[in-house]
């Protein structure tokens, strides 16, 4: 299918995002080849691919959004992956943040709370030949079965931090996680240095859609 060419003016069009992306700030040069690497028009749909390069987020439908790229290689710079980490994302979405992870090396366990878009994505990830764990459900609450994880990304704006998110995290792991209002919300980083210290550090303000479930938004 057309969309899922890649030509020479989309790597183009990669690079020149990657270059606005070094220029906010990130540093992580494997975190920018990843962007580099993947197609990110791939994850739109046809009426709003032509956009796919500007760093800004778009529908994905369901009221969703994929996020916008300095926001993915934010969040995915603070996580500090080691290959083979095992990490669990919060918001699937279009299923674009889980495949940067999956491509950095990452063991990738990725939960969507929208049943139809978790259906979409899941279908469209096939397509694409990518392979990690999905799950439909509330990620507000984590994933206990497969837990504990080395790092956990939330990718919806959080009201508070869930202690099961928390709980979850091996020692020594790493939750990253928007948290604030239903309109603005500061980047955490949150390091469970033992079962009971937990080192904060806070970041800029980002928006994202809310955080739904039972510690998210009612
Ligand atoms: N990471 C996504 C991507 O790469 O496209 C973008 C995520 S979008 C900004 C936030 C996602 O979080 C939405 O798809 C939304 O349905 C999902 N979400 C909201 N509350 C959730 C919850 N409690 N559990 C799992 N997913 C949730």
């Given amino acids: ?47 709003l691919v032509s956009h796919a390069y500007e760093d800004k987020a778009f529908p994905i439908g369901e009221g969703q959004t994929i996020s916008q790229p300095f926001t993915v290689a934010f969040q995915t710079e603070l996580l500090e992956l080691k290959p083979g980490d095992k990490v669990l994302e919060i918001g699937t979405g279009s299923g674009y943040q889980g495949t940067i992870l999956h491509i950095l090396g990452a063991d990738v366990y990725s939960i969507e709370y929208q049943k139809k878009l978790y259906e979409k994505t899941r279908k469209f990830l096939d397509r ?25 990304l ?29 309109s603005s ?4 980083k949150l390091t469970k240095k033992s079962r009971t210290q937990v080192v904060k550090e806070e970041f800029d303000s ?4 809310p955080l739904l479930g039972k510690d998210g938004w009612k």
């Fill in 1 to 47: 299918m057309l969309r899922l060419q890649d030509s020479y003016l989309h790597k183009g069009k990669r690079k020149a995002l990657v270059k606005i992306i070094r220029e906010k700030g990130i540093k992580d040069e494997r975190v920018l080849d990843a962007i580099y690497q993947l197609p990110r028009h791939f994850f739109f749909d046809s009426a």
């Fill in 128 to 152: 694409l030949g990518v392979k990690f764990n999905l799950f439909q459900g509330d990620g507000s609450k984590g994933l206990l079965k497969h837990s504990p994880f080395d790092k956990i």
């Fill in 154 to 182: 939330v990718t919806a704006g959080a009201p508070i931090v869930p202690n099961d998110l928390i709980r979850q995290l091996k020692i020594g792991g790493v939750l990253v996680i928007p948290v604030g209002d239903r």
């Fill in 185 to 188: 919300q500061k980047m955490l």
């Fill in 206 to 209: 980002f928006a994202f859609v």
